[in-house]
């Protein structure tokens, strides 16, 4: 996208960027014959224009009748958008922590599988016996100060990065 022409279609884009990664041993398609489909292009361009990072012109061709979409990039607010979306995240984490602090968590002694993690009053409704069939362990108190100290700690670095903007 980052073309002198200012015109660029997908087509051309996907050329470019095959190009580009001719000699690298890239391969965006493992497990297929294309190194890289013109649809997984278009697909990230759509993901870049749902997030506000790129625009695009759409225009009929008059002999095919098909539609070319024309992009180019909008990265001015990328730090903006990144910004909000760590703060996002924080606030995710914050909201986790408070659920963890504010709940006391079982979990089943046998299978230990994250699905069978309930909080009081679930467990109560399970009578302390893990549901998974064939299991029926018993679920236990699950220590959760590790997971509340490293939501704690992704917090931090999250600010950090946030500060360093
Ligand atoms: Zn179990």
Known sequence: MNSKNKEITDD???ENIKKRIQDMNIDFEPNDEEKLKLNTVRKTLYKLYSAKL???RRVRDKNTGWF???WWHDFDKL???LLEKEQNLISKLRDRINYELNN???IC???RKP???FIFDDAVDLNFKCPVDGCGGNLVADENKELIDFLKEKIGSLQDTIKNF
């Open 115 to 117: 699905e069978t993690r």
């Open 12 to 14: 051309v884009i996907t």
């Open 68 to 70: 070319i979409y024309y």
């Open 54 to 56: 790129a625009q695009f």
């Open 104 to 106: 006391y968590f079982f």
């Open 109 to 111: 002694e046998n299978c």
């Open 79 to 81: 730090n903006e958008i």
